[in-house]
């Protein structure tokens, strides 16, 4: 066995994907909400017998590396070598060490993770450093947790350093850890007598920098600029190391700053992260999506953090995370944490409240509810959270609440509901569709593939394949050979028997599990009826497009004058005519 059966072997489909998302059993499969794209119902299939995990709504999935590689990002040989270790096998030697040279990004993020080094090192000869940081309370071992450092009041020391320890201009530039404005220009150091703290991926590798000041005339926080690596609209503090609590309770607590994550990490709250220099992005959500359901807003107490509170539940919604908020009676999380920490540490148990309940009661308390125009913007406002909830029970529980609230009919509520949901992103709820009928255009898969799906999955209908003309891939036409000469083997046997490349393979075990899932539950009559529309509909597709071909190949002969090829092209014409005439 190799590497990759033995990994696969030893690290069922079920298991991995369960470290990500809540699978439900569903007969002999699992589903869960994909973790791939925006949903709320269930639609990645987990298939323990075919070892695969595939959404077709999206249509991402695969074995174990495929899901691996999808959801954190990776490329198949960061994969196998996670996955290896995962299940305790040592890869042979030649896999670890072949591979592509260092290219540029590696450069970068090493480049990054000198500087980091050199900043953490450079904080203990820092006393302002070590008072600035002594005075927002945070203690040695949080300190070394996040690899917090400082960086020197030079111009010149960094870039020195790091172009002693063999780092190019360019890559140091391209790290962005240093400036120069233009080619006569001397490089600068970016970040100077600042408090560093290192910015890392969900990997754990470092991709850039945000740095607090110690002089009170500069900017308070500089960032890293955009980069090979760093992508502040990607980029979320915390998330190595807050990932595995976040998975554990699939709930992430969103903060402001560095400093947040930092106070809530002294108090034993890991699960908590804070996004860089920016406003949280759908790219943000989307990300935490894949370790989360519950987001709880813990953001900063005044205006800003309120319409910050406001833009991000919209985004977490929209990517089906329920949002809960939290009131602090003090600025942020870092100033409640010591102010009470044993207080802050029962409120984030407790997960907040909805935000849309929290939403209403600051309606509730909101004075100008008691004018006519006060009451009008206050119901417009809040009926665009409504919009934006998933589901239409949530937006009827919630059109309820504000009619009594704010005392206006639920009538008259509903209908500019309907007004604001008609305008724009309105969440669609999708009818089931009851009907045995195969919808191709809702497949991944072209109707030749159904085909042999269906042929694959009941055997008793195999005899109906006379009536398609025989494919012309040359993998699908050995299928379709051994599916007419073979009325009892299953669709696993059939693929484990036959002689075609791996890749094909894999695709036609994620048909079976698409067609086992949508057409498994058929009785025969049913199966045979379906089968028999879609030979046709089959049929008809290839003679189009063959004689589409011909037309085109036709044209080209007749303008170069090359009379046999277009008397021979002409006579194939009339066979696919008769072959259309058959096949209708
Ligand atoms: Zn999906």
């Known amino acids: 066995m190799d590497a990759k059966e033995e990994i696969k072997s030893r690290l069922p489909i079920e298991q991995l994907v369960g470290e990500y998302c809540q699978l439900t059993r569903k007969g002999r499969n699992f589903v869960c909400v994909c973790p791939f794209h925006n949903d709320t119902r269930p639609s990645l299939l987990v298939s323990p017998d075919k070892g695969i995990a595939y959404c077709f709504a999206c249509q991402t999935g695969g074995d174990i590396f495929n899901f691996y590689q999808a959801i954190e990002g990776v490329d198949f040989p960061q994969a196998i070598k996670d996955l290896a270790d995962?299940?305790?096998?040592?890869?042979?030697?030649?896999?670890?060490?072949?591979?592509?040279?260092?290219?540029?990004?590696?450069?970068?993020?090493?480049?990054?993770?000198?500087?980091?080094?050199?900043?953490?090192?450079?904080?203990?000869?820092?006393?302002?450093?070590?008072?600035?940081?002594?005075?927002?309370?945070?203690?040695?071992?949080?300190?070394?947790?996040?690899?917090?450092?400082?960086?020197?009041?030079?111009?010149?020391?960094?870039?020195?350093?790091?172009?002693?320890?063999?780092?190019?201009?360019t890559e140091i530039l391209q790290a962005g850890l240093a400036v120069q404005k233009d080619l006569n220009d001397r490089m600068h150091d970016r970040f100077r007598h600042r408090v560093m703290f290192p910015i890392f991926d969900h990997q754990g590798g470092v991709i850039g920098f945000g740095g607090r000041t110690l002089r009170a005339e500069d900017a308070k926080y500089v960032n890293s600029p955009e980069g090979p690596l760093y992508h502040k609209s990607a980029a979320l503090f915390g998330l190595s190391h807050a990932k595995e609590a976040i998975r554990e309770k699939r709930q992430v607590i969103l903060v402001e700053g560095y400093f947040d994550v930092l106070a809530c990490a002294k108090i034993g709250i890991k699960n908590v992260v804070a996004v860089s220099g920016t406003a949280l992005t759908e790219q943000h959500a989307k990300l935490l999506k894949r370790y989360a359901d519950t987001a709880i807003l813990c953001l900063d107490q005044d205006r800003a953090g309120r319409d910050a509170a406001e833009r991000a539940f919209h985004i977490l919604v929209k990517q089906g995370m329920q949002t809960n908020a939290v009131?602090?009676?003090?600025?942020?999380?870092?100033?409640?944490?010591?102010?009470?920490?044993?207080?802050?540490?029962?409120?984030?148990?407790?997960?907040?409240?909805?935000?849309?309940?929290?939403?209403?009661?600051?309606?509730?308390?909101?004075?100008?509810?008691?004018?006519?125009?006060?009451?009008?913007?206050?119901?417009?406002?809040?009926?665009?959270?409504?919009?934006?909830?998933?589901?239409?029970?949530?937006?009827?529980?919630?059109?309820?609440?504000?009619?009594?609230?704010?005392?206006?009919?639920?009538?008259?509520?509903?209908?500019?509901?309907?007004?604001?949901?008609?305008?724009?992103?309105?969440?669609?709820?999708?009818?089931?569709?009851?009907?045995?009928?195969?919808?191709?255009?809702?497949?991944?898969?072209?109707?030749?593939?159904?085909?042999?799906?269906?042929?694959?999955?009941?055997?008793?209908?195999?005899?109906?394949?006379?009536?398609?003309?025989?494919?012309?891939?040359?993998?699908?036409?050995?299928?379709?050979?051994?599916?007419?000469?073979?009325?009892?083997?299953s669709s696993t046997e059939l693929i484990t028997q036959i002689d075609i490349p791996s890749e094909t393979k894999d695709w036609l075990t994620v048909l079976m599990l698409f067609c086992e899932e949508n057409f498994g539950s058929w009785s025969e009559t049913v199966a045979g009826r379906e089968f028999h529309k879609l030979c046709k509909s089959t049929n008809k597709e290839i003679v189009l497009e063959r004689q589409r071909r011909i037309i085109d190949q036709l044209k080209l002969a007749r303008v170069s004058g090359r009379i046999d090829e277009e008397a021979q092209l002409l006579t194939q014409y009339n066979q696919a005519l008769k072959l259309a005439k058959m096949a209708s």
Request: hydrophobic share 35%; charged share 30%.
């Open 86 to 169: 995962k299940v305790g096998i040592v890869l042979p030697k030649e896999r670890m060490s072949a591979g592509p040279k260092k290219d540029e990004k590696e450069r970068i993020r090493e480049c990054l993770e000198a500087a980091a080094s050199f900043y953490a090192e450079r904080l203990n000869s820092s006393n302002e450093a070590l008072a600035y940081l002594e005075e927002r309370q945070m203690p040695e071992s949080i300190r070394k947790e996040f690899q917090v450092g400082y960086a020197p009041d030079s111009f010149s020391e960094t870039y020195d350093h790091l172009l002693k320890a063999g780092f190019s201009k």
């Open 327 to 489: 009131k602090l009676s003090a600025k942020d999380p870092d100033e409640f944490v010591k102010a009470e920490p044993g207080l802050f540490l029962q409120l984030m148990q407790d997960g907040g409240v909805p935000f849309m309940d929290q939403l209403l009661e600051d309606m509730r308390q909101d004075p100008s509810l008691t004018s006519p125009q006060g009451k009008r913007d206050i119901t417009e406002k809040f009926l665009t959270f409504v919009a934006s909830l998933q589901t239409a029970v949530e937006r009827e529980e919630y059109v309820q609440k504000i009619s009594q609230t704010a005392s206006i009919s639920v009538t008259a509520l509903q209908s500019d509901l309907q007004t604001i949901l008609s305008l724009g992103h309105a969440p669609k709820d999708k009818k089931k569709d009851q009907e045995p009928h195969i919808s191709i255009d809702k497949t991944p898969f072209s109707r030749m593939e159904l085909c042999l799906g269906l042929a694959m999955l009941y055997p008793e209908q195999r005899t109906l394949l006379q009536e398609l003309i025989t494919p012309e891939r040359k993998e699908y036409a050995l299928l379709y050979d051994m599916l007419k000469n073979d009325a009892t083997s």
